[in-house]
């Protein structure tokens, strides 16, 4: 039986952040694609078995809100677990573990941006609250190249352990605080 390297594509606007993940990336033994454009991103998100999703939010075209929400409402694309790597200031971020009924949802945390104001959501429609993401991992940058690593294995780990059921939860989690 093969077995299959992880995959991950950073999607970021700055070409000198992604060639440093992709050295710490190359260097961890994981596969690594990248890409400073959110429309190619999502077409090798479309394309190709990617375990990990790496995204900043602020960017020209398709910023991180909307690409997160098409993302979510596409069937085959629901389940990539997504890490935002993002230089968006702390205090204007909360992180908090995601819960049902009070049970925190395994590996599923709750980002609300304070203040932001994504672009237009028309492609998603009936999102209730556009600025609360429900992601795998959030790092602020700058962060140390062991803490990025440590964030990605812990959610690739995570991840490996949850079962379907547990994925349908999270999904309909997921849409009944979106919507």
């Not at 790496?54 to 910023?63: E, H, T, V």
């Amino acid at each position: 039986m093969e077995i299959q390297v992880p995959r991950i594509l950073s999607l970021n606007d700055e070409m000198g952040l992604l060639a440093i993940i992709d050295l710490f990336l190359n260097k961890t033994g994981y596969q690594h694609l990248f890409t400073t454009d959110s429309r190619h991103a999502l077409s090798i998100l479309r394309q190709q078995r990617i375990d990990l999703f790496i995204q900043d939010m602020l960017r020209p075209n398709i910023n991180g809100f909307m690409l997160y929400w098409l993302m979510k409402s596409k069937e085959t694309l629901r389940d990539i677990p997504i890490l935002i790597y993002s230089g968006w200031d702390s205090a204007k971020v909360k992180v908090t573990p995601a819960r049902v009924a009070g049970r925190k949802l395994q590996g599923l945390f709750r980002a609300q941006f304070e203040g932001a104001q994504p672009k237009d959501l028309s492609a998603v429609a009936r999102v209730k609250d556009a600025n609360v993401l429900y992601v795998e991992g959030y790092l602020q940058l700058p962060c140390t190249r062991s803490r990025l690593v440590d964030k990605i294995e812990r959610i690739l780990k995570s991840q490996s352990l949850l079962t379907e059921k547990e994925r349908a939860i999270r999904h309909k989690h997921l849409w009944s605080q979106a919507m």
